[in-house]
């Protein structure tokens, strides 16, 4: 019995704190923008907005991933580049929001787009190592769009946008 009490009241606080991230949300248009990319709902939309701040603050998203941690680390040596893991610095509930919208854009309830086949044509090469750094190049991919669409609101997001040009 005491168990579920507390399921209770945890499933209370969850709806109370999912209610107060939908009020935060209409408080920051921006939010409805970033929506509109299947993966991205409402806590990871207002997460980004409130660590951004300002869209123009960043000049391109190379420079918003390298602040969210999302780039890989260098170690150059000589004719060596060694390929290593991201470089994790940066805000971590930005970095671990924009990895599990890209787990839910690769995941089964992915819906057919560019970002997802991007990070499937990753995945095609093989491995687990492969499988891991798909997750990170779509996180990187989701940054750009976001910040595209922030700075542009009038321009309607198409999750299929070469394959609507004709470019493949």
């Known amino acids: ?3 579920l009490q507390q399921i209770c009241y945890l499933d209370l606080a ?3 704190y999912d ?9 920051y248009p921006a939010t409805k923008i970033l929506q509109q990319i ?4 409402e806590l990871t939309s207002l997460a980004f907005v409130l660590i951004v701040g300002d869209p123009n603050r960043f000049d391109n ?7 969210l941690g999302v ?6 040596s000589g004719d060596t580049d060694k390929q290593l893991g991201i470089t994790k610095k940066g805000n971590k509930l930005g970095r671990k929001l924009l ?5 839910y854009i690769l995941g089964p309830f992915g819906t057919d787009s560019e970002l997802r086949s991007y990070g499937l044509r990753i995945q095609a090469r093989g ?4 499988k891991k750094k798909s997750y990170v190049a779509v996180a990187r991919k989701l940054v750009t769009v976001m910040l595209a669409l922030w700075k542009n609101p009038d321009i309607a997001y198409d999750p299929n946008f070469k394959k609507n040009k004709g470019l493949h």
Do not use: F
């Open 1 to 3: 019995m005491p168990l």
């Open 14 to 16: 969850i709806k109370e």
């Open 19 to 27: 209610r107060l991230v939908r009020k935060l949300c209409k408080k």
């Open 38 to 41: 299947t993966g991205v709902g």
């Open 61 to 67: 998203a190379a420079r918003l991933c390298a602040y």
């Open 71 to 76: 780039v890989p680390k260098q170690d150059q």
């Open 99 to 103: 990895i599990q919208a890209a787990h």
């Open 127 to 130: 491995g687990k190592i492969a």
